[in-house]
């Protein structure tokens, strides 16, 4: 493989050529090291990178390759984490001015599993700073500054795992780690271009990962394919005794199944949004035509989703930043909205948090009894483009007040969703297609996803080369 | 796209909760009025300022209260969820033993 195409390879090609040493894991890593210091402060998208690590765990991957033992598919393949993982021996941001020289030492779970795998750790990469819990309203929300879409840097990369959406995207990483408590891995998936797998809640241990909301953090991949994603959560997926939430399920790539999908489209869905990105997602179904079968203005249970969403991120929020507050380091903070952000939490009561998490349980089974009438649900992964980075969120497309709501329920419940880049909308920025399934379904929405991309080249697509 | 007062207040609430939330949640420009904040946000905005006398400007707390009065809209639909009294949290409490 010429080197040049390294940078935009899929895991399985990178393995291949790992495998009949057409390269080395160290070539791979100071490859993707070099990308990383030249390309990626173009996007906002590193904290850090982590050079000594990378080159040790590469020399270690060249080592066994060597000797004939042979981890797995991501044996000596490099990747980037979202900078609220902790990791050995480098500074875990979180992406925020106050924690920018904390250290944690040890690694976080996923860091753990991926290194026992073989994987090489070469970054870790920006995010929106405490992953967006103080209620950012526009992209300059972290001490890297606003993530940048390789599509344009003049829009935003989408948050909170803004780099490793950026990273994947720009090539300069194969694949990331990113987090979602609600829309942080499929919002930067769908602006990015980058496909991406946010799990069921407790599949993957968020045991070392800063807490956003402890009942609502996922952590999941982001890759140039859902098949790299698949190959991925197979690694990270499992029973953590440090994190209780997870559940002792494994995840495993099925093979392509030959029966039609059920697919329900949530009423309004491409109403009153961007006109382009409803055109790409319905020619995206009509791809999948023949596999699909579809039941259109489906209406999720009637339940107060917003509600509960809100006095759970707030409540749990606060808390998990408590000491923040007190000392009043959150003046620090770039964006000035979030300098405020927390504050108005102090006035929840217990009585209504406890209220919210009561009221989630009935809110569960209503989700699943509905979902359980489908294969999935379909949505386009965001009802515009990604916006631009000099404009409040609110100003960025005035006027497309539609769509469905399903990111903001299905991750109150905790159920899992993928996004896959569809086609390109406004100002040719990537638009994305999702699906949604009951908990632990993530088999099933890998299928599909990866037959969408067997049929279509837009995971393949590169952004533009920037001049220098 | 027309919505219902209900809709309207679901998507108020949601763009508290998380400003993801925002594009599909964006109420519509003639019902984002400000409203007055209630008596409650105000007394509860007291509450945060006296916790922290020294933090806040007058523009500080009117974004403060203003958050909070929206958050308190919220909390209306949260109680027109039936429950019972055996209804509880969706998490269970484990008792803890150490290492004899």
């Known amino acids: ?468 | 796209m027309e919505i219902s007062r209900r809709e309207f207040a679901e998507r108020l609430a949601l763009v508290a909760a998380a400003p993801w939330f925002l594009e599909d949640f964006k109420p519509p420009p003639q019902q984002q009025q400000t409203q007055e904040p209630s008596a409650l946000a105000k007394a509860l905005a007291e509450t945060v300022r006296l916790r922290y006398p020294d933090r806040f400007t007058a523009e500080d707390l009117i974004t403060i209260t203003r958050s909070i009065d929206t958050r308190l809209r919220q909390i209306e639909r949260l109680y027109e969820t039936t429950l019972t009294n055996a209804d509880e949290p969706d998490f269970v409490y484990s008792v803890y033993r150490g290492a004899d």
């Open chain 1, 1 to 468: 493989m010429p080197s040049d195409d390294f940078a935009f390879a899929t895991l399985v090609e990178l393995g291949r050529a790992l495998r009949q040493k057409r390269t080395t894991a160290t070539e791979l890593a100071n490859y993707f090291l070099e990308r990383l210091e030249r390309i990626g402060p173009r996007y906002n998208a590193v904290v850090t990178v982590t050079r000594e690590r990378a080159l040790a765990e590469a020399a270690q991957a060249d080592r066994e390759i060597r000797q004939g033992k042979w981890r797995g598919p991501l044996h000596g393949i490099p990747h980037g984490v979202k900078d609220l993982l902790a990791t050995k021996g480098y500074p875990t941001t979180w992406g925020a001015q106050p924690y920018r020289e904390q250290m944690i030492e040890a690694d976080a779970t996923v860091v753990e599993k991926l290194g026992a795998a073989g994987a090489v750790l070469v970054a870790k990469l920006a995010m929106v700073e405490l992953a967006g819990g103080k209620g950012y309203t526009q992209a300059n929300a972290s001490f890297t500054g606003p993530g940048k879409t390789p599509w344009n840097p003049n829009y935003w990369s989408g948050g909170s795992s803004s780099g490793p959406g950026a990273a994947v995207a720009a090539g300069i990483v194969p694949f990331a780690i990113g987090s979602e408590t609600s829309g942080s891995i499929l919002t930067p998936c769908a602006y990015c271009g980058v496909s991406g797998v946010r799990p069921t809640y407790g599949l993957v241990s968020r045991h070392g990962a800063m807490a956003l909301a402890w009942t609502m953090d996922k952590l999941g991949p982001m890759g140039r394919t859902i098949e790299d994603c698949a190959i991925v959560l197979e690694v990270i997926a499992g029973k953590d005794p440090n994190d209780p939430s997870s559940v002792a399920r494994g995840f495993r790539m099925t093979t392509s199944r030959e029966a039609k999908f059920k697919i329900g489209v949530p009423k309004g869905a491409d109403k009153d949004i961007q006109p382009e990105v409803a055109a790409n997602f319905r020619q995206a179904l009509k791809v999948l035509e023949d596999k699909l079968e579809i039941v259109e203005d489906v209406e999720l249970p009637d339940l107060p989703y917003g509600a509960v969403a809100g006095m759970i991120i707030g409540a749990e929020g606060v808390s998990a930043f408590d000491d923040l507050l007190k000392d009043g380091r959150q003046a620090q903070l770039t964006a000035p909205e979030d300098r405020m952000g927390g504050y108005p939490a102090l006035a929840i009561s217990a009585a209504d948090y406890i209220r919210a998490l009561r009221v989630r349980r009935p809110m569960q089974r209503a989700l699943d009894d509905f979902l359980k009438k489908f294969d999935m649900l379909a949505v386009p992964t965001r009802t515009t483009v990604a916006s631009p980075i000099d404009k409040p969120f609110r100003e960025a497309w005035p006027g497309f007040t539609g769509g469905a709501n399903v990111i903001g329920p299905t991750n109150v419940v905790g159920v899992p969703g993928v996004s896959v880049p569809n086609g390109f909308g406004v100002e040719n920025l990537p638009t994305g297609l999702s699906f949604t399934a009951r908990a632990f379904d993530e088999a099933k929405l890998v299928t599909l996803a990866r037959l969408y991309q067997n049929r279509t080249d837009w995971h393949t697509r590169r952004p533009p080369v920037p001049t220098p």
